[in-house]
């Protein structure tokens, strides 16, 4: 009989354990789903007035994707509720939350009140429609809908009263175990930052997990040091600065609350900053409290960037920093235990501590050249202060706070891939701002976007503006008229122009497609007058002057199976009768100027892919045509196809640079300069034989090796460059490289050669010498240069959208 009890009050109690538990489900709150490791969580009420109200508020031309991609992502929203969203928004609440999924990946979960939508209805509707491929499965006893739609997939889950969506089933398993368990829930482990005030019928509330947040910012990390744990704040927006505001949670960090910081510091950072922070730190030893500042800026003769300390004179005169410093040099080299703690304790790296003394401030690096490019900043008066932007946007931050940070997104955001959407793309300036009150933090954060970015373009002599983006660099030659230089360049609609010395048009015509090889300049008539040659991946033109095509062209693509890879112009005797080279994958074809096609090259079929067009050299009386192919294949053929002796001779690697003909006067002083894909240079006589192998150094499996041509072919460089570093001829630059960098060689003579690096997706270019030293200042610029020197004068050819500029810079 006992035992008999005893088992019906288990049994009684396992029926109400379930009950009770059902019962807190179906009673669950939206915020009980949300996960505590979340990075950000925005909550709004009436999501869809919400939006609409923020969006009638902003400027046509401001937030333009954002407003974009959310008016998109409702349709497909509504889509998927069968179009019940305003029956799911009306008088109910969204809370979305960003968490970070993978190292690189970021994700949203929504979730909200399920209202009165009737979901089992809406996954009828969606199993009956053709638009989605409707699953399901349990995860902890809860059955997850997934949703697919083409590409995009979308899983839910219903808890309680509450729907949570999101493309990532993971943050839809996270918010069931979230929901089961106090201890994961967001606003149970951050109860504090909900007993703050709200503000009512602003455009919702936001909380950040600043703790969390900078894991993903390594490289940045001590902009974080001066920030609390997390923050509560209140969204509101006026013109296009966007307020956020609101006290933040009790932190462990020694945050500063002692002191007001020195407005005036912000005032001499230089214009092309990434970040400022200016905030107080207390000295371990003498238990000074120290107010700095440090800031990071752009280079402006490398893509590196610069870390600078600042200290007031007046304020730490603990320093022990005596004037006679400063005597011979305004740049200084010094050891002092005080100033090493103090930039250990910022984290900052001080091998060497170099200072520059300003009137007001000291600026302490660890890098001689960071100082010296600051003192030139410094010098000229080129403040960020002295932007328009900038200024306006400091009119609207806090004066007299604990501390402040200053962050140039735009910027900042190029260091990680995962900012690069375009949603944040809009994003131009960030203000964060601590005030202490009451032991608390009163948090100020604002931003602006950059939609009406004013535009400042180089300081360029002349322009040219294009109909279209432009896709070529611009090439240039010399007229035979008056031998001064001509350009021809290219737009994305495959317009061709020709302007002239003063950019001013002289033809334009429409092609086919895309020039392929760089113009050549040849006497087709041969009467002193030239005409420009080039190709597409179909056709060969050839323009004279004045933009009439010649005839017989353009001559067709004379392969039936592959495009035009490459072109190359064969003048045998000097006498203008021109053939002309292609490639066209592993095929090789000579043509006459007037189309027909050439013995023996009809085509010459090889076993890979050619490197370049056939290449025609003359020594020594004989006619030279040099291949090479991607296998490591090289030969010497004469005007026949036939190969010389010693030819062909095959190179350890793969090759993909084109070979440098080393033209001597006779046979015995001329050679081939080879470089394969592992970084071995070959030097090869005309008679096949490999005189002379070097191995460039090698940093890593990743290592690119480059031959790089002056446009004169008379010289060449080799370099080797890997994520960071660039090698030339024992020298070494710390360097950013990217797969989609172009490198250039200009040789000039007289010692005076250096190169062009050009940044495609930060639009720059810029020139070192060869010690890999700054020649230049870095230009606004998207594709290769061009180049000419004149009377000590050096015109640098640029584009960037559809402007084509010519910059001049005196010797």
């Not at 013109?239 to 005032?267: P, R, T």
């Not at 010094?334 to 170099?354: G, P, R, T």
């Not at 931050?397 to 990680?416: G, M, P, R, V």
């Not at 490639?583 to 076993?607: C, H, Q, R, V």
Request: glycine share 4%; net charge positive; proline share 2%.
């Amino acid at each position: 009989m006992i035992k008999k009890l005893v088992l019906l009050s288990v049994v009684i109690l396992s029926i109400f354990f379930l009950y009770v538990r059902n019962s807190d489900t179906y009673q669950l709150k939206i915020w009980s789903i949300i996960p505590s490791n979340s990075l950000m969580v925005f909550e709004v009420k009436d999501p869809l007035s919400g939006w609409e109200k923020f969006s009638n508020e902003l400027n046509e031309n401001e937030f333009e994707h954002l407003k974009k991609i959310v008016n998109r992502e409702l349709k497909d929203f509504n889509k998927f509720l069968n179009n019940k969203l305003d029956v799911l928004s009306n008088d109910n609440e969204l809370i979305i939350s960003l968490s970070k999924t993978s190292n690189k990946n970021f994700d949203l979960l929504f979730s909200t009140y399920k209202n009165k939508l009737d979901f089992n209805f809406v996954i009828e509707k969606l199993r009956d429609s053709l638009s989605f491929e409707v699953s399901s499965r349990i995860f902890n006893s809860h059955k997850i809908y997934e949703f697919l739609d083409g590409e995009n997939l979308f899983s839910a889950v219903i808890l309680g009263d509450v729907i949570s969506v999101s493309k990532n089933s993971l943050l839809i398993e996270d918010a069931i175990r979230t929901s089961n368990n106090k201890d994961l829930q967001f606003r149970y482990v951050n109860n504090q930052l909900f007993n703050q005030v709200m503000v009512k019928n602003d455009l919702g509330n936001i909380f950040i997990n600043f703790l969390e947040l900078s894991k993903s910012f390594q490289d940045h990390k001590h902009l974080f040091n001066n920030l609390p744990d997390k923050t509560f704040l209140d969204f509101k927006q006026k013109e296009n600065i966007f307020y956020l505001s609101g006290f933040s949670s009790n932190s462990k960090k020694n945050l500063n609350d002692s002191i007001l910081i020195d407005d005036d510091m912000v005032k001499v950072i230089p214009k092309n900053s990434i970040y400022f922070t200016n905030s107080v730190l207390s000295h371990k030893i003498n238990k000074d409290v120290i107010e700095y500042g440090r800031f990071s800026f752009k280079s402006s003769y490398s893509n590196l960037n610069h870390e600078i300390i600042v200290f007031d004179i007046v304020k730490n005169d603990f320093f022990e920093l005596s004037i006679n410093d400063f005597k011979d040099d305004k740049i200084v080299e010094i050891q002092n235990k005080i100033i090493s703690e103090v930039l250990d304790s910022l984290k900052y790296k001080n091998e060497k501590i170099f200072i520059y003394k300003g009137k007001k401030y000291y600026y302490i690096s660890s890098n001689y050249n960071s100082m010296t490019e600051f003192e030139e900043i410094y010098s000229s008066n080129n403040f960020w202060r002295k932007d328009l932007k900038f200024s306006r946007f400091l009119t609207n931050i806090n004066k007299d706070q604990n501390t402040t940070i200053l962050i140039n997104f735009s910027e900042l955001s190029k260091n990680y891939s995962f900012l690069g959407n375009s949603i944040l793309k809009e994003i131009d300036l960030i203000s964060i701002q601590l005030s202490s009150v009451n032991n608390k933090f009163y948090t100020t954060i604002n931003f602006n976007t950059n939609s009406n970015s004013i535009e400042i373009e180089n300081d360029n002599n002349l322009t040219f503006k294009a109909r279209n983006k432009l896709i070529s660099k611009p090439y240039v030659y010399f007229s035979h008229v008056d031998n001064s230089p001509q350009v021809i360049t290219q737009d994305e609609n495959n317009i061709i122009y020709h302007l002239d010395k003063e950019l001013n048009k002289v033809w334009e015509d429409s092609i086919d497609s895309k020039i392929i090889s760089k113009p050549i300049i040849i006497d087709y008539y041969n009467n002193r007058k030239k005409q420009i040659l080039f190709a597409t991946k179909n056709k060969i033109y050839c323009y004279d002057r004045l933009g009439n095509i010649l005839p017989g062209f353009p001559i067709k693509n004379p392969s039936k199976s592959g495009q035009i890879d490459d072109i190359n112009i064969i003048d045998y005797d000097k006498s203008k009768r021109y053939r002309i080279s292609l490639s066209s994958g592993n095929k090789a074809f000579l043509i006459d100027k007037y189309g027909k096609l050439l013995e023996g090259w009809n085509p010459l079929i090889m076993e890979d892919l050619l490197v370049e067009a056939p290449k025609h050299f003359r020594v020594g009386g004989k006619d030279y045509i040099l291949l090479s192919l991607e296998n490591g294949d090289i030969f010497l053929k004469n005007r026949k196809g036939s190969n010389y002796s010693g030819f062909p001779i095959k190179v350890e690697n793969k090759l993909y640079e084109k070979i440098f003909v080393d033209l001597g006067q006779n046979i015995r002083n001329t050679s081939l300069v080879a470089l394969d894909e592992l970084g071995k240079t070959y030097v090869i006589g005309i008679n096949g034989r490999i005189s002379k192998e070097n191995q460039m150094f090698r940093r890593s499996k990743n290592s690119k090796f480059k031959l790089l041509t002056d446009p004169l072919e008379r010289n060449y460089v080799k370099l080797s460059v890997d994520n960071d570093v660039i090698y030339l001829r024992e020298k070494t630059i710390n360097f950013k490289n990217n797969n989609g960098f172009t490198y250039q060689f200009y040789s000039l003579g007289g010692g005076k050669s250096f190169l062009a690096i050009t940044d495609p997706k930060e639009k720059l270019s810029y020139f070192l010498d060869m010690n890999l030293e700054p020649k230049f200042k870095n230009i606004l610029n998207e594709k290769e240069v061009s180049f000419i020197n004149s009377k000590n004068i050096s015109y640098i050819y640029t584009t960037f959208n559809k402007t084509l500029s010519v910059i001049e810079i005196k010797n």
